[in-house]
């Protein structure tokens, strides 16, 4: 908080290329975090690519919280997070809500067996129209809480993704522990023709208020 964001004003209209280079722990960004300070300064990009300058092959890891990684870049038509591993994340919350601009995300190679919190993830992201998270192995590698199980948050995930036309959350694997809330997950996404939940058998679903609220 109170870093100034750097302004300036192009003379000419089109199309300008900006890089941002941001180190962990710079106070920006804290050890293990992408949150919303960086999205400050990303605010009016119209295309994101994510990637490490550290190494060769740009891969980015060891980043455990993701909230708001993102969010609120209403501009944004394009983020390119396939050089993320996601294998350490943990917290995923609110990380593209209202990227309202965005058209499409490719997520499918993401390992987020780690990750308890998928809240508001896509929330508000009113223009995606291809969002592809086959394969995840949700729950996969959480500690067991109380009772037991793990405590998985989806609250919310999809909410208001109003032009989705297809999710395929068929092919998600979950460990036989997950104890999931899902309170408004769909809330909204009514462009959907169809859901299938056939592997879903495995997890346990402790809340699921309004879960399809609004989807006509």
């Not at 809240?119 to 508000?124: A, K, R, S, V």
């Not at 998270?133 to 590698?141: A, D, F, K, Q, V």
Request: proline letters at 1%.
């Amino acid at each position: 908080g109170g870093q100034s964001v750097p302004a300036h004003t192009y003379a000419t209209p089109g199309t300008y290329y900006v890089k941002g280079n941001f180190k962990f722990g710079d106070g920006i960004t804290k050890p293990g975090t992408f949150t919303s300070a960086v999205t400050r300064v990303l605010k009016v990009a119209r295309k994101v690519e994510f990637y490490s300058t550290m190494n060769g092959n740009k891969r980015v890891s060891a980043i455990t919280n993701f909230v708001l990684g993102f969010a609120y870049l209403s501009n944004c038509t394009y983020i390119n997070v396939s050089n993320l591993v996601t294998n350490s994340c943990t917290n995923l919350e609110n990380m593209f809500k209202n990227c309202s601009s965005l058209t499409t995300l490719d997520l499918s190679d993401w390992d987020v067996g780690a990750v308890t919190n998928f809240q508001n993830m896509f929330t508000n992201c009113t223009s995606l129209t291809t969002l592809n998270l086959s394969g995840w192995n949700i729950g996969e590698n959480v500690s067991l809480g109380i009772g037991g199980r793990n405590s998985i948050g989806m609250a919310k995930m999809f909410e208001k993704t109003t032009k989705l036309s297809t999710l395929n959350v068929s092919n998600w694997t979950f460990n036989d522990t997950c104890y999931m809330s899902c309170d408004y997950m769909f809330s909204g996404v009514n462009n959907l023709s169809s859901l299938d939940f056939s592997t879903w058998r495995n997890c346990y679903i402790a809340n699921c208020a309004g879960m399809f609220k609004d989807m006509t």
